[in-house]
C-alpha cells in the first residue's frame, strides 16, 4: 500500500541524547513536513522540505535538525537542545507546492510519541 | 495569515447531521478551505475542502458562505467512527514561497449512541 511509514511508535529519550525518529513515504510526493502536538494542542510545524536537499524551518525548529537526501525519506533528530521534547510527533507529505496550485492535500503518518525517561 | 475560528467542541447522536461551523471573516480572495479531521492517537486526515462553491464527497459536505467569511463542514449521518477532532484550515496560496498547513486546537466532536 502507498502511505507514509513513521517508527518507532513510542520512544524515550534519556537526558542529554539525542534520538532520530524516522519518516518514510512511497507516495512519490516532493514535499514533506515534521509537526509536533501537545495534548489538547494543535499540529505546529517544525522542518518542511519542498525538495531533496533543501528544508526550511517551521514555527518551532529550535532543539531540531532533519536531512533530505533521499525523496523518500525525512528523518528527525530531537537534539539535546530541546528541553521539553515529549510530544506526540507526526510526518507528512504533498505533491510538490512550488506549481502555485493551492489545493494539495496532506497525508499523514500515524505518529510518534517520544517520551522523557 | 487569515486565522479560523472553530467551537472547542461539540456533540451528536448516532446517525444525526453533524453541522461543524468555521469562521474565517480575514480569508483571502486565494485561500482555499481545508478540512481534516484527527481519530484519537492517528495522524490527521483529509476530508473536503473547497473554494466558493459548496462540495461534496464521500466522507461530508461543505457549504462556503457566499462572502466566504465562514464554512459548515456536513456530516451527513453522524456515527461512533466520525468521533474525532475537526479541524479547519486555510490554505494559503504558495507560488515559490515556503507553506505549512496552520492547525489550530480544531472542534473535539463527540457522537454518542
Known amino acids: 500500500d502507498g502511505g507514509i511509514t513513521q517508527s518507532p511508535k513510542y520512544l524515550f529519550r534519556k537526558e542529554g541524547q539525542n534520538v532520530t525518529l524516522s519518516c518514510e513515504q512511497n507516495?512519490?510526493?516532493?514535499?514533506m513536513y515534521w509537526y509536533r502536538q501537545d495534548p489538547g494542542q494543535g499540529l505546529r510545524l517544525i522542518y518542511y522540505?519542498?525538495?531533496?536537499?533543501?528544508?526550511q524551518k517551521g514555527d518551532i525548529a529550535e532543539g531540531y535538525s532533519v536531512s533530505r537526501e533521499k525523496k523518500e525519506s525525512f528523518p528527525l533528530t530531537v537534539t539535546s537542545a530541546q528541553k521539553n521534547p515529549t510530544a506526540f510527533y507526526l510526518c507528512?507529505?504533498?505533491?510538490?507546492?512550488?506549481?502555485?496550485?493551492?489545493?494539495?492535500?496532506?497525508?499523514f503518518g500515524s505518529g510518534t510519541q517520544l517520551s522523557v525517561l | 495569515d487569515a486565522k479560523t475560528t472553530q467551537p472547542n467542541s461539540m456533540e451528536s447522536n448516532e446517525e444525526e447531521p453533524v453541522h461543524l461551523p468555521c469562521n474565517h471573516s480575514t480569508i483571502s480572495g486565494t485561500d482555499y478551505i481545508h478540512w481534516y479531521r484527527q481519530l484519537p492517537s492517528q495522524g490527521p486526515e483529509y476530508v473536503i475542502h473547497g473554494l466558493t462553491s459548496n462540495v461534496n464527497n464521500r466522507m461530508a459536505s461543505l457549504a462556503i458562505a457566499e462572502d466566504r467569511k465562514s464554512s459548515t463542514l456536513i456530516l451527513h449521518r453522524a456515527t461512533l467512527r466520525d468521533a474525532a477532532v475537526y479541524y479547519c484550515?486555510?490554505?494559503?496560496?504558495?507560488?515559490?514561497?515556503?507553506?505549512?498547513?496552520?492547525f489550530g486546537k480544531g472542534t473535539s466532536l463527540l457522537v454518542t449512541p
Open positions: 507516495l512519490n510526493h516532493d514535499a
Open positions: 484550515i486555510l490554505r494559503p496560496f504558495i507560488g515559490n514561497s515556503g507553506y505549512a498547513l496552520n
Open positions: 507528512a507529505s504533498s505533491l510538490d507546492l512550488r506549481q502555485g496550485k493551492n489545493n494539495e492535500k496532506l497525508f
Open positions: 522540505s519542498q525538495i531533496v536537499n533543501d528544508f
